[in-house]
């Protein structure tokens, strides 16, 4: 796990923090000057300066965390180099989702006339910003199955800018090798993304694999418990403030509130991925054995077909698992009526556990061959695992399954 520290522009943070990721998480944004020790919220839109030379230096720093919210502030500020530190990058970006990063990051980094290379499955809102809103403004993408590295090298072009890359992969888990992909990228000059959201910083760090910027929901583990929507940007100091020129123009902006509630999602982010870990393995394991299930598809189990990828780049599997029920869409319909502990609702990563019948959740915007392209069974379940107690999961995965039988 690398924790590398955080350079805090508020000069009163704790500097270095060569530490692990677990005492990071819970000390690593210390404020020597406060003797709080839960952190401050500051709900302040603007921030006074001293004098009229002050005023200029603090309107003219990228990123500068007293100006005005929209551009920074202590509390958001905060939230990003906590993150930073776990991801092992110089620099956060905070955003108010998800997909307030990934839009910002890939506004930021590509023109008009330029080419993007993407994966033929992401998340349903990268999807859409890669094919129909850069097509609009006059940047093409070439959208490549994720586990053929031969795809990524047949759709280089000469104007290409950017790799966008997410592993594991919503809603099949399918894998990127993301040391192969950031290593022809940057032979070629050109500009890397990661979704890290699935994986979580503490199972998986695409920057030292090569990776030039990763982006988070952390709506999802990192809040963890499904009552806040915030992104982040993780990377280089300068390509940092390249995105943040784009994020301030765009106004996804944190609020300090959410960002005060994600610091406080955090301080437990090391037990819950390793508690999240330990029961979604559990459940795979059991779900693989019961006679309604055709199949599991989590990176863990022996029986994905890049599981030996997964051991390469990733320390720990997190708890999203895809299930594909014996039988069809209504039958599938069938079980997710019979479950009792998983709530059918959208999200991961938090303390409840929910599940999505991934065709329904697609169902008004991709047609059946959209969803066959994509990987996207009928059949099939996402279940995102929390933290109830892993043999009453199972208990009720295996009633419900039992239910179609
Ligand atoms: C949820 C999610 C997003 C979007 O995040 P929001 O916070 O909902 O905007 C992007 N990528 C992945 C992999 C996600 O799971």
Redesign the pocket.
């Known amino acids: 796990m690398i924790v590398r520290s955080f350079v805090a522009r508020e000069a009163s943070m704790v500097q270095p923090w060569p530490a692990s990721a677990e005492t990071w998480l819970q000390q690593g944004d210390r404020d020597a000057s406060d003797s709080a020790i839960a952190p401050p919220m500051h709900l302040s839109a603007t921030f006074r300066a001293d004098d009229a030379a002050d005023f200029a230096a603090m309107a003219s720093q990228p990123r500068h965390s007293r100006y005005y919210t929209r551009y920074g502030n202590p509390t958001t500020d905060r939230a990003a180099g906590l993150i930073a530190g776990l991801e092992g990058a110089g620099a956060g970006l905070m955003t ?7 839009s910002a990051t890939v506004m930021a980094l590509v023109s008009a006339g330029d080419h993007v290379i993407a994966q033929t499955n ?2 349903m ?2 999807s859409r910003l890669l094919a129909d809103v850069l097509a609009r403004f006059g940047v093409s993408v070439s959208f490549v199955d994720q586990t053929d590295l031969g795809a990524f090298e047949a759709a280089v072009r000469p104007q290409t800018r950017l790799i966008v890359v ?1 592993t594991p ?2 809603p099949t888990l399918a894998l990127t090798d993301l040391a192969a992909v950031a290593d022809l990228a940057r032979r070629r000059g050109i500009r890397t993304l990661a ?1 890290n ?2 994986a979580s910083p503490l199972n998986q760090q695409p920057l030292a694999l090569g990776i030039d910027l990763v ?6 583990y990192l809040g963890g418990h499904h009552d806040l ?3 982040a940007v993780l990377g280089d100091p300068a390509l940092i403030d390249q995105v943040w020129n784009c994020a301030i123009v765009l106004g996804a902006v944190l609020s300090p509130h959410d960002a005060w509630l994600l610091l406080r999602g955090m301080r437990t982010l090391a037990v819950r991925v390793e508690r999240i870990n330990a029961s979604t393995m559990a459940v795979a394991q059991a779900l693989s054995c019961l006679p309604g299930v055709e199949a599991v598809h989590y990176p863990g189990l022996p029986s994905h077909p890049q599981h030996a990828l997964a051991c390469r780049q990733m320390r720990g599997f997190g708890g999203v698992m895809a299930v594909q029920v014996r039988g069809g869409y209504r039958e599938t319909e069938q079980v997710m009526k019979q479950l009792r502990l998983f709530a059918q609702a ?4 938090g303390v409840e556990s929910l599940a999505v019948h991934a065709a329904a959740m697609w169902a008004g915007t991709l047609d059946d061959a959209a969803l066959r392209a994509a990987g996207i069974a009928p059949n099939l379940i996402r279940l995102s695992i929390g933290l109830e107690n892993p043999a009453d999961l199972i208990a009720d995965l295996a009633q419900a399954l039992g239910a179609v039988r």
């Open positions: 108010a989702s998800g997909m307030g990063a990934i992401h998340y809102g990268t997410e992969v919503n979704d959201t699935f982006v988070h929901s952390a709506t999802k929507t915030a992104g959208v999200s991961l990563g």
